[in-house]
């Protein structure tokens, strides 16, 4: 039986053991999310040549906030120390090209082994168990070729077969009843303390939506861009295909409650979402104005399962991206 720990399947990024990949290989534009234009295969101007970053812990300071909402999901490793022997592109400079197009094409697979992973431990799916474990081995197997396998890989196709997958085990957990938001534009909705248990919220759009005190347990939301949400108080235990990533993008308070895998984003709020008798409050001064980030910069679909997925002005061509130039931001690199 193969490995479904993220760990196991190496879907925890290493940056590390990284060549700094996100920060060469991928575009960015000047936005909300990033403080200077960037192309692919230019290096980052703040990449040190240990491949480190020289301004990591103030990032959010400096106008880099989408650096700290990527997630490659360990593919940037995988990438530098399996199909590249651990050789760097500027060791061997004829490598960048190639390690440039394969990186994109790895962090989709392994988004895919994510979400694999995850539906594998959802009991009430365990009538597709079987075929998921196929599509997780089958998908494991993939990010073993060779650069050159890689770089022809027809990822598009393969997403499609995972795809109705995931869709068949998110109707086998969520069962019928929950509200059916697949794609909805909910940009700036109000939607504080709503019913949303058991929803279907596959790529949505939440972008500044206020979803404070609202019930998310039991929901499905792969894909679903929370940029700007305000989750202080929401209850997601038991969501589903919900990644770190979006929740750093997001923001909430203590009182949100996470499923298990998932932590506490370190630039969320310590104080605690407090329902007014009135209406959602947090307490003088938190207001109840608040101005959705633009759409500018993001592709907002489905993730993995679509190709398209949320976005921050980063295009990585992969699970969080349409290959244009519009990604899912980055994720923060640990030095």
């Known amino acids: 039986m193969p490995a479904t720990h993220p760990r196991e399947l190496g879907l925890v990024a290493d940056c590390a053991s990284c060549f700094g990949l996100c920060c060469v290989a991928l575009p960015f534009s000047a936005s909300a999310d990033f403080a200077a234009d960037k192309d692919a295969g230019q290096p980052c101007r703040n990449l040190r040549e240990d491949f480190g970053c020289s301004i990591h812990a103030q990032l959010r300071e400096r106008g880099f906030p989408g650096c700290t909402v990527y997630d490659c999901f360990g593919a940037g490793q995988q990438v530098s120390q399996v199909t590249f022997g651990g050789t760097s592109w500027r060791a061997a400079p004829d490598t960048a090209r190639q390690m440039y197009a394969v990186f994109p094409v790895m962090r989709q697979l392994h988004e895919l082994l994510w979400y694999l992973a995850e539906a594998l431990t959802l009991e009430p799916a365990r009538a597709v168990h079987a075929e998921l474990r196929q599509a997780l081995a089958e998908t494991e197997r993939l990010t073993r070729e060779s650069a050159d396998v890689l770089e022809r890989l027809d990822v598009a196709a393969h997403r499609g077969v995972v795809n109705a997958l995931l869709l068949r085990t998110s109707e086998l957990v969520r069962g019928r009843g929950g509200k059916d938001r697949r ?36 929901a499905d939301l792969i894909g679903a861009d929370l940029r700007g949400a305000d989750l202080s108080g929401a209850d997601l235990t038991g969501g589903f295909f919900l990644t770190q990533a979006q929740l750093n993008a997001a923001k909430g308070d203590a009182a949100t409650r996470l499923p298990t895998a998932l932590t506490h984003p370190t630039h969320w709020a310590t104080t605690r979402y407090k329902r007014a008798a009135n209406g959602p409050s947090r307490g003088a001064g938190s207001g109840s104005e608040r101005k959705a980030p633009s759409r500018r910069g993001s592709s907002s679909g489905e993730g993995a399962v679509s190709g398209q997925g949320t976005g921050s002005g980063r295009g990585d061509g992969s699970a969080r991206g349409d290959g244009s130039g519009r990604g899912s931001g980055r994720r923060r690199r640990r030095r």
């Open 183 to 218: 794609g909805a534009d909910l940009v700036g909705a109000r939607l504080a303390g709503a019913d949303l248990r058991s929803a279907n919220l596959r790529g949505a759009y939440l972008i500044g939506a206020d979803l404070r005190g609202a019930d998310l347990r039991g």
